[in-house]
């Protein structure tokens, strides 16, 4: 009965974080006034299925997305309010417990309104679980890459003429790596 109640949970906060999933860059719909594009390559190795990268406006309240990694190489281009955001925590499956290893190691970004905004390649690393009798530990780590040509090249080839609509600049997330243990 207790693990159909903790499934019962979990299944609840994924819905609910499914909410906070921010919406694919549509060509055909202009951007708000106050909203950049996000851009950047999240890599993802290690044992997960999926996870999710939530953010966070430091400016704002409640002014939060989410990075959702199903496969193991992601790209991401889509619309984001300005202002100053840091990654704030991943949150991803290992066995059958929720982990949520906080993500402010990793640093900020800024976005700048009607622009896209490269925040830089990251490398995500979930290790497997050091599974004791009662307690278990997972370990993460964060690299980010400043590859910001080659990740513009694929912006440009998978939205044609996006170059013309939108000026490029770059706030890649900073520090450039992060390690941390649950």
């Known amino acids: 009965m207790q693990y159909k109640n903790n499934l019962l ?3 609840m906060i994924l819905i609910f974080l499914s909410g906070c999933v921010a919406v694919k860059y ?4 202009p951007l708000d006034a106050e909203q950049g594009l996000v851009l950047a390559k999240i ?6 299925s999926t996870a999710q990268f939530l953010t966070k406006n430091k400016n704002k309240i409640l002014d939060n997305y989410s990075f959702v990694m199903r496969l193991e190489d992601n790209f991401f281009l889509f619309p984001m309010s300005a202002g100053t955001h840091l990654f704030d925590e991943a949150i991803y499956m290992q066995g059958s417990g929720l982990v949520k290893p906080d993500l402010e190691c990793m640093g900020e970004f800024e976005i700048k309104a009607g622009m896209i905004n490269y925040i830089g390649d990251l490398y995500f690393d ?6 004791y009798i009662i307690f278990s530990t997972h370990g993460s780590s964060f690299k980010v890459e400043d590859n910001f040509e080659e990740t513009k090249k694929m912006a440009e080839l998978r939205y044609q003429n996006i170059g013309d609509k939108f000026q490029f600049t770059k706030s890649v997330v ?3 790596t992060c390690e941390v243990e649950d």
Do not use: E, L, V, Y
């Not at 549509?26 to 719909?29: N, V």
């Not at 979930?126 to 599974?131: D, G, L, V």
């Open 9 to 11: 949970i979990i299944i």
């Open 26 to 29: 549509d060509p055909s719909k």
């Open 43 to 48: 890599m993802k190795t290690g044992h997960a």
């Open 126 to 131: 979930i290790s497997p679980a050091n599974n």
């Open 174 to 176: 900073g520090p450039s």
